[in-house]
């Protein structure tokens, strides 16, 4: 089955502990992408990778990391998370050809607490 | 720049009401557009998408949406919700490799 696999689904933690979320995408997608969701400010992206080894900073980068080895991998890294952190998390990928995006499968989603 | 509006960001109906949710886009290039339902504590799914052909496209769940492109606008549609279409609807046209993002419709249908 084409998928978008995120982990974990939930997970808490405490200020300053560095902490990474795992997307892997199983459909060859060029294009990957992470973003975060708040109430009230719709989906914002944090970072983009359009291809292995190329990586590019989206709307809200700040206070993330994300590395593109392998084709069907992108995590997310907070290096020191904060409590303005705390949000909805989801990994996307996209076939692209020519700059054109023909539609996101997202994963599940990673809601994350930063105490 | 490029952009994509939705005009209401909160839609109550009654079950059985006809559903209308706007969304029109600002792009220079090939057109690509979705709209993206996304059902409490769940993540987004695709609804239906518009790359090419006849205007009027069919999704899942007896959605429909047309595309103007006089009026650079992809509504979205639906003769008769049900409680069930309770969700947030997003609308996106393809960017340079990556999507552009409408803020989102909360839709809310009353029992």
């Known amino acids: 089955e084409a998928q978008v696999t995120q982990n974990p689904r939930y997970l808490i933690t405490v200020t300053g502990k560095k902490l990474t979320v795992t997307c892997s995408q199983n459909?060859?997608?060029?294009?990957m992408s992470w973003y975060r969701q708040d109430p009230g400010l719709g989906l914002r992206q944090i970072y983009y990778?359009?291809?292995?080894?190329?990586?590019d900073k989206g709307d809200v980068p700040e206070g993330y990391k994300v590395s593109r080895k392998e084709k069907r991998n992108f995590p997310l890294i907070l290096e020191s998370p904060s409590p303005n952190q705390t949000s909805l998390y989801f990994c996307?990928?996209?076939?692209?050809?020519?700059?054109?995006?023909?539609?996101?499968?997202f994963g599940s989603g990673t809601r994350l607490t930063v105490v | 720049a490029q952009s994509v509006s939705q005009h209401n960001h909160h839609v109550i109906l009654s079950e059985a009401a006809s559903l209308e949710l706007g969304c029109n886009y600002s792009?220079?290039?090939?057109?690509?557009l979705f709209w993206y339902v996304q059902y409490p504590g769940q993540h987004l799914q695709l609804l239906l998408k518009?790359?090419?052909?006849d205007p009027l496209v069919k999704g899942i769940k007896g959605f429909e949406a047309e595309f103007i492109k006089s009026k650079f606008s992809f509504n979205l549609r639906k003769p008769s919700v049900q409680w069930s279409d309770t969700a947030e609807y997003f609308c996106?046209?393809?960017?340079?490799?990556?999507?552009?993002w409408g803020a989102g419709t909360k839709l809310i249908i009353k029992p």
């Open positions: 459909m060859n997608h060029e294009y």
């Open positions: 518009y790359f090419s052909g």
């Open positions: 996307a990928s996209s076939l692209s050809l020519g700059g054109v995006s023909y539609g996101y499968t």
């Open positions: 990778s359009m291809n292995v080894e190329v990586t």
């Open positions: 996106a046209v393809n960017g340079n490799y990556q999507l552009i």
């Open positions: 792009y220079g290039g090939t057109v690509n």
